[in-house]
């Protein structure tokens, strides 16, 4: 039973049409790749699995395709409330106070990547800005030093190819470069303790579980690992739709640069409209029955965010960009329940950032190659050629 073929060849448009029809006409579609399992497109649907901690796990599947080869990563991997101290310690390092510390550099580095796309006038947007941005955003959080920045934009780079082309060989090889350097970190932070309300290496080592017992080695290791690699891979992915959306309908880049303020209000309707996910994944522990399907405990679930939040039950004209949505609140581009995004207040501060950057500097933006569009279990563009003309 194939009812959803992932691996059909996508325009940027083309997964949005899919989606729809899925809600309309099979919200519970099976597909027979990556070796099974069942994708959910529906808004109420995905937000009750998501806040449904107790039954729709992550420590089965967590993503489709499947991608981990070196064991656990907390928290993601791991279900409450085993998950839960390792997300506190990153919660800590992640407070208004610390966001409103690295606003300056991240701003700069935004304003620096679209400086320099402009002196070029044309290139891929997303390997020129779109993809080095959230290194360098990582980079500051994490405390990197230029080098392992540069290391780190380059690994989880190379990391994000291989998933694209489904080579789990290259996935281990670029996954263990990235493993060098979270046993990099954490070395030098034992050694060199930082505040943990600023670094979150030093946050987790200073953290323990419920019971009062350290982190176990191997689980401290693939949650820095976890940290390094997650947050790069969806935030070029959305900020080249938004440049797509841009080259499409250029009145709203005209809008926004006739208003500036609006930023902040547009950045959410783009994470509404372009939400980078599809396969996050959860099983379900017992037998289930939704809409017609039983799902059996263990099978693969993935949460086709993308869809949820272009649900037409849920936000009126869903395919439009509209700014100040009234219910903009509801969009789950972050996830939602226990395993919601733990990074989100950097990525808000990145792409806003980044966004008024390029409304600030960009007067109009054309695309002048073949985009390249992601495989699952993100969705959007990994390769797109542009030429645009400074403000």
């Not at 959803?4 to 899925?22: A, C, G, I, M």
């Not at 396969?279 to 017992?286: I, V």
Request: hydrophobic share 40%; with cysteine; net charge negative.
């Amino acid at each position: 039973m194939n009812e959803y073929d992932p691996l059909q060849p996508e325009t940027f448009e083309s997964p949005h049409t899919v989606f729809k029809e899925l809600r309309a006409t099979c919200p519970v579609a099976h597909s027979d790749a990556f070796d099974g399992f069942w994708l959910v497109t529906r808004y109420d649907d995905v937000v009750d699995i998501l806040n449904n901690s107790d039954n729709y796990i992550t420590s089965v599947r967590n993503v489709v395709p499947g991608s981990s080869t070196t064991g656990r990563r907390p928290p993601l991997h791991l279900d409450p409330p085993e998950h839960t101290p390792y997300r506190k310690a990153l919660e800590r390092a992640l407070s208004k106070s610390r966001m409103q510390t690295l606003e300056p550099s991240i701003k700069k580095h935004a304003n620096d990547l679209i400086d320099a796309f402009v002196k070029k006038g044309e290139g891929d947007f997303v390997e020129d800005v779109a993809s080095p941005l959230p290194a360098l955003a990582f980079g500051d959080w994490m405390g990197l030093t230029e080098p392992q920045t540069k290391r780190l934009w380059v690994a989880a780079r190379n990391y994000v190819k291989a998933f694209e082309a489904f080579d789990k060989d290259l996935v281990l090889r670029t996954g263990a470069e990235l493993g060098e350097l979270s046993a990099e970190l954490i070395a030098d932070r034992r050694a060199n303790p930082r505040d943990p309300e600023i670094d979150p290496t030093s946050s987790l080592i200073a953290s323990c579980n419920a019971d009062g017992t350290p982190f176990e080695e191997h689980l401290l290791a693939g949650c820095v690992r976890q940290v390094l690699v997650v947050g790069l891979v969806a935030p070029p992915i959305l900020f080249a739709s938004v440049v797509a959306h841009f080259a499409k309908h250029p009145e709203v880049l005209d809008m926004l640069r006739a208003d500036p303020s609006l930023v902040p209000a547009a950045m959410e309707e783009f994470f509404r409209l372009y939400t980078p996910y599809r396969g996050f994944a959860r099983s379900s522990r017992t037998e289930v029955e939704l809409h017609g399907k039983t799902i059996r405990p263990g099978e693969a679930i993935a949460l086709a965010y993308a869809s949820a939040n272009r649900d037409e039950t849920v936000f009126e004209n869903p395919d439009e960009f509209i700014i100040n949505r009234p219910n903009i609140g509801d969009h789950i581009a972050f996830g939602k329940g226990p395993h919601r995004c733990v990074g989100m207040p950097v990525a808000r501060v990145e792409l806003t950032h980044a966004l008024a950057a390029f409304v600030e500097k960009i007067k109009a933006v054309e695309i002048i190659g073949e985009v390249r569009m992601s495989n699952m279990p993100e969705v959007g563009p990994v390769s797109m050629p542009i030429r645009i003309t400074p403000a």
